[in-house]
């Protein structure tokens, strides 16, 4: 497995969004758990008493990657530690930006900004949440396990906004969960020839991996079987799902995952890692930190100030085109061997089956609602790469959608849908080539081991959803409804539970039954009522849809997806 973690001791005792949100409130009444001994430490939870749900925060995973070169390098094993460490607090966040908020190309822009600094590089840890107030080890006949990967861009997010417990509780206690968290932004995704020479690139998604190494080694000290793993994601959380099932050319060798499932995939413009845009931005770095003149500059970079990274980690990015993200994923030739579009054509996937959601009106908040931009010029500003003639191939399939600014969030979406009235305008259309094919893409490649479904219920924004199986994710939801939230979260456990979102363990779910999408094309509903009630229904993709992914994918050499 490739894992270097030191020998593995058993339990000593047996007795458990856009996105940057502080930490949830602690459990009304909790009391020490168990010490689990993982043999380079003993960590020690809290049993919350009115759910039942053991608790394990801030596990170290990997070691801190500032120690020595180990920034922009392949995470390494934790260090041991003595002593028994209390896991009951959540763990320090890694360093965040924000998404971009220029009106021009995100290489265009000089302006700097400065913001105040508060998370820290030394924040490979994760959370574990177990069902019960033991945890007991059982090797080979455990729990299944969700390990959900937060979103955020690539550039920002955490562990802390999350509740594992939520989760167990939609399951009826029958799962174990963990939560991960992986380097960001310029810390996690510096692009590069240099970067590929003298360290890793996509340091974030190894970090990633290696949660999930570490989660085969050991998961069963905590009641999971790692035979048994399910990997989700919401946005780039999902978009990293989508990364770990094209890895290695979608033959991860030995296999970390059995189901992935997909809540609003992410894929922006996968560069290779010496491509002009990224060595661009990779120059940018260097000179933001007058590593110009060294002649090694990845060591120069490497020995710079953490505050002077993550200033320029935030300037960078602030300054990306409207809603774009420009610390993301590259063509790594190792662990990314080629643009995700080509391995999932070819049908090489790491993962035996797939749900996957989306939102009905995904690229809105990613769109400037008051752009200017045809679709011509919008599609050649998101995607720099693109030639005139797609740009007025793109032209063709949105032009007649709407407005400027719905066509805009059709591209960058793909809404599938009608606004009060109102066909959905220029730049809502090109957001589909980002949040919403990418789902089709994955859903023909699994063939008959996926399904589909959508989330509706308005006003059906990008991340709307994560409160409904994250119940007690901060914010409220537009529509509290038991009946509800059981149907949409109890198809997602039930996946990860019984590798089919068709099992209903809950009685009362109103879910109609599921068909495998890529049989006769049909997904799965999620809405309301003008009259307020529940409207769990099963329909067919649009076919207009699907052409236009189909165009995407044809033009995918140069969005470089």
Known sequence: MGLKLFTRINLLAVSQVLLALEALSSPAATVSASIVNLGYAQYQGSVDTATNITSFFGIRYAAPPRIGDLRWAAPQPPSFVSGVQQATTKPNECNQATLGNSSTNPFESTFMRKRALSQ???????????????????????LPVVVWIHGGGYIEGSASPYNGADLIIDSNHGA??????????????????????????????LDQNYALQWVQAYISDFGGDPTKVTIWGESAGAGSVLQHIVAHGGNTQPPLFKTAMTSSTFLPSQYNYNDRIPEMLYSEVVNGTNCISSSDTLSCLRAADVNTLQTLNYNINVNGFFGTFVFVPVVDGTFIVERPTVTIRKGRLNGNYLLAMSNSHEGNIFVNQSTTLDVADYVKTLFPDIGSVQAAGAVTMYQNYGSNVNQ???????CMCIFEGISLSLVSWVVSAIFVCPTYYLLLAFGERAWKGEFAISPGLHGNDLAYYFTSFPGSRAYNNSQFITAFSNSFMAMAMFETPDDRYTPGDITPSWRFWRHDLTEMMFNETSAGVPDVYTFKTDSALLERCGYWRDVSAYSAQ
């Open 408 to 414: 805009a969030n059709l591209v960058m979406g793909d």
């Open 176 to 205: 174990v969960i963990v939560l991960i968290q992986y380097r960001l932004g310029l810390f996690g995704f510096l692009p590069g020839e240099a970067v590929k020479e003298g360290g890793a690139l996509n340091a974030g998604l």
């Open 120 to 142: 820290s590089e030394d924040c490979l840890f994760l959370n574990v949440y177990t069902p019960g107030s033991e945890v007991v080890a059982t090797p080979g006949r455990g």
